[in-house]
C-alpha cells in the first residue's frame, strides 16, 4: 500500500456540487498538507495542519475547506466547485524529523 | 510577499550535465528543498539544503547561497529517464514556518 492514498484518483463533477477529496497516510507524520497544481503554475498550497487541532490556510483558500479528522486524514472540500478549481490535486505529510514531504499520487478534478 | 524564479524549460543530451537556477525572495527562510515530477504523477523530494555550500546525493547535487537568496540543482551524467519537472521549494515564514511554497518548476528534457 502507499504511504499516501488520495480517493479518487480522478473526478468529474458539476458545477456547483459539493465535492471531497480525502487523503489518508500510513506514515505517522504529524503534518499533512494539500497542494493545488495548474499548469506552469506549480504547486499552491491551499490548507495544511499540524496536528488534529491545528488548521491553516495557505496561499489559495477561498472556495475550499479542510477537515483533519484523525492524524492520518486530512479531507479538502470544495463546497460549490466552480469550473476553474479544475486542476490535480495533491496531498503530502511530513514527519517532525523530516525535510522531505511525501506525496500522494494526485486527484484528477474537472468541473464542468 | 514572496516568490521563486527558476527557467520554465531546459534541454540536454543523454551524459551531459545541467544546471537549474532558482533564486528566492522570502520574507523568512528555513531552507531550500529540490522535487522531481514526472508527467502528472508525484512530486518526489530530492535534496534539502538550509546551510550554504553544495550536497551531493549520487547523480544529483544541490547547491544554496543564502547571500544570494540564490540555489541550483545539478545534475550529472544526464539519462533519458531524468526527463521531468523540478521545482525548487522554500519553507514558508508563516504561523509555523514549515508550509513550502513551490516555484513553478523547469521542465527537463534529455535527448538521445
Known amino acids: 500500500d502507499a504511504d499516501v492514498t488520495q480517493t479518487p484518483r480522478n473526478r468529474i463533477t458539476k458545477t456547483g456540487k459539493r465535492i471531497m477529496l480525502e487523503c489518508s497516510q500510513t506514515?505517522?507524520?504529524?503534518?499533512m498538507y494539500w497542494y493545488r497544481q495548474d499548469p506552469g503554475l506549480g504547486l499552491r498550497l491551499i490548507y495544511y495542519s499540524f496536528d488534529v487541532k491545528d488548521i491553516n490556510k495557505g496561499e489559495i483558500s477561498d472556495g475550499y475547506s479542510v477537515s483533519r479528522q484523525a492524524q492520518a486524514k486530512f479531507s479538502l472540500s470544495l463546497e460549490s466547485a466552480i469550473p476553474n478549481q479544475t486542476a490535480l490535486y495533491f496531498c503530502?505529510?511530513?514527519?517532525?524529523?523530516?525535510?522531505?514531504?511525501?506525496f500522494g499520487s494526485g486527484t484528477r478534478l474537472t468541473v464542468v | 510577499g514572496q516568490s521563486l524564479e527558476q527557467p520554465s524549460e531546459v534541454t540536454a543530451v543523454e551524459g551531459a550535465i545541467v544546471q537549474i537556477n532558482c533564486t528566492y525572495q522570502t520574507s523568512g527562510f528555513y531552507g531550500l528543498s529540490w522535487y522531481q515530477q514526472h508527467d502528472g504523477g508525484a512530486p518526489t523530494f530530492l535534496s534539502y539544503n538550509a546551510l550554504d555550500g553544495l550536497e551531493e546525493t549520487g547523480r544529483f547535487s544541490s547547491f544554496l547561497s543564502r547571500s544570494d537568496s540564490y540555489g541550483y540543482l545539478l545534475l550529472q551524467e544526464l539519462q533519458m529517464k531524468d526527463s521531468a519537472s523540478y521545482f525548487c521549494a522554500v519553507r514558508d515564514s508563516g504561523q509555523a514556518g514549515t508550509a513550502l511554497i513551490f516555484g513553478k518548476g523547469t521542465t527537463l528534457s534529455v535527448s538521445s
Open positions: 506514515k505517522g507524520h504529524d503534518r
Open positions: 503530502a505529510t511530513r514527519g517532525t524529523r523530516n525535510y522531505g514531504y511525501t
